[in-house]
């Protein structure tokens, strides 16, 4: 079972134009790492072990920063808990 849930909002400082160009570039860095993954209007919430979850916004920033953002802001929110948390308990229900 995972062990936590964390959602990114990347918020690139660039024109309007090239917002969305940018975070599809992110979206396919979190498809890449074979996580689950949950993709929303504000934000994508991804599963798994912390480690990995937070080496993944590294990653996350570097793809922005290689498209030459000069700045990106990004929000992270984690749920976290030892014997692990899962997208499906919170939004399964709903699907």
């Known amino acids: 079972m995972a062990e936590a849930n964390l959602?990114?909002?990347i918020l690139p400082v660039v024109d309007e134009d090239k917002i969305y160009g940018i975070?599809?570039?992110v979206i396919s860095?979190?498809?890449?790492s074979?996580?689950?993954y949950?993709?929303?209007?504000m934000e994508t919430t991804i599963e798994g072990d912390l480690d990995t979850l937070l080496g993944l916004v590294k990653k996350a920033l570097e793809?922005?920063?290689e498209?030459?953002?000069?700045?990106?802001?990004a929000v992270v929110k984690i749920d976290y808990k030892p014997s692990g948390v899962?997208?499906?308990e919170k939004i399964g229900k709903y699907r």
């Open 38 to 41: 949950v993709v929303g209007p």
């Open 23 to 25: 975070v599809d570039k």
């Open 29 to 32: 860095v979190i498809k890449d």
């Open 63 to 65: 793809v922005c920063t």
């Open 67 to 73: 498209a030459e953002v000069a700045r990106v802001i």
């Open 7 to 9: 959602s990114l909002q």
């Open 34 to 36: 074979q996580l689950k």
């Open 86 to 88: 899962t997208i499906d």
